[in-house]
């Protein structure tokens, strides 16, 4: 009987551990919206995979990117902190992303790392992301700027309406709009802030 205890216990603490190490992952696909120097291009399919780990930190992947004729490859943020409001968890990152593929062009030619800047927002099990990128190739620079997903009804209309009512909305080449429209949009609200909007 003290055998049977012992096996028990031995196997609850092998459960208890197996348990603390669990990651959970979240998987969304949606349409990634990029524009390369502010030119836009035409959105495509692409697909996220939040990966939260037991230390309470999380990483965020963007699977398979190709911008223009470009291949990237994965890109792979790490060690973020989700911060809850409500319903929703925010995910903000500025630093160095992770490119890890061995066969993308352009991750290697950048040394497998990339400047980016990163706010995302899950909520009702949609996910909604802002990234940019600093891609330095040679003597050109490039500025990779990306929506994925469209933002919850409730973010847009408080960027619409109440206190945050947009003074100026724009395309993503920068021309001026007379509301929001299909597509990405830049709304400069009349406290100043400029939220990206895609629709």
Do not use: W
């Not at 790392?113 to 940019?132: D, N």
């Not at 190739?137 to 500025?143: D, S, W």
């Not at 700027?145 to 919850?152: A, H």
């Amino acid at each position: 009987m003290k055998k049977f205890f012992m096996t028990l216990a031995v196997a609850a603490t092998a459960f208890m551990a197996t348990t603390a190490n669990a990651q959970t992952k979240e998987q969304f696909t949606d349409k990634l919206a990029i524009s390369l120097n502010d030119a836009p291009q035409d959105p495509v399919d692409a697909t996220v995979e939040l990966e939260h780990k037991a230390d309470g930190t999380s990483t965020f992947m963007l699977k398979n990117f190709t911008f223009g004729i470009f291949e990237v490859g994965d890109v792979i943020v790490e060690g973020i902190k989700g911060v809850k409001n409500g319903d929703a968890t925010t995910y903000d990152f500025d630093g160095i992303a992770k490119l890890p593929s061995e066969t993308a062009m352009v991750a290697v030619a950048l040394g497998h790392q990339v400047p980016l800047k990163l706010h995302s927002v899950v909520e009702g099990g949609k996910l909604y992301a802002e990234i940019s990128l600093s891609v330095t190739m040679g003597e050109e620079a490039l500025k990779v700027d990306c929506v994925f997903g469209k933002k919850s009804e409730t973010a847009i209309n408080g960027v619409v309406a109440g206190k945050t009512a947009p003074a100026a909305v724009f395309n993503a080449t920068g021309a001026r709009q007379n509301g929001l429209q299909k597509g990405l949009n830049i709304v400069r609200t009349a406290d100043g802030k400029t939220v990206k909007v895609l629709k």
